[in-house]
């Protein structure tokens, strides 16, 4: 399983709402997060890997070796949100560039489990942030997307580098 890295254009096609919860789905859930572990995230996005599902996984303290923070959320959405902060957020689709985001500090997600159950996940700081961060993946958007202007100007020559190394590539 490999992690797309910006700016390829499956990055920006987000994922479609999951209807069948099945073995596969399980499975796929698994190698997500073990491609999170390998890449050395705290989470991960159907989309970052070339599924077009409503899937995502995460781990906040990010080790395997914590497996009690697993989640794996399908079909997230948020219901409740409150407060804003800027924090930072780095992405395995962007290797090498960090920079300072603006989230909601306390969200309600509901969201179908692997059984497809519907649950609720109240999140706050770095957990909300994780959250919010990996549902922007199954829209298509990018945390880039989200950074003020003095940040995307500071980040745009790294942005530039990625850009040729994927064309080199392609
Ligand atoms: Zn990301």
Known sequence: MEVLVYPDPVL?????????????????????????????GVGLAAPQVGIEWKLLVLNPSG?????SGER???N???????GREFGEEGCLSFPGIHAEVERWVDITVTYHD????EQTLQASDWLARIVQHEL??????LFTDRLTAA???RVKSQLAELEDRFRARA
Do not use: Q, W
């Open 76 to 82: 997230p959405k948020i219901t409740r949100k409150k």
């Open 72 to 74: 794996v959320l399908c």
């Open 136 to 141: 922007d993946h199954l829209e298509g958007v």
């Open 114 to 117: 692997l059984d497809g159950k």
């Open 151 to 153: 940040d995307k100007l």
């Open 63 to 67: 080790s395997a070796d914590e497996r």
């Open 12 to 40: 920006r096609r987000g994922g479609k709402t999951v209807t069948v919860f099945d073995p596969e789905l399980r499975a796929t859930a698994a190698r997500m997060m073990e491609a999170m572990y390998a890449e050395g």
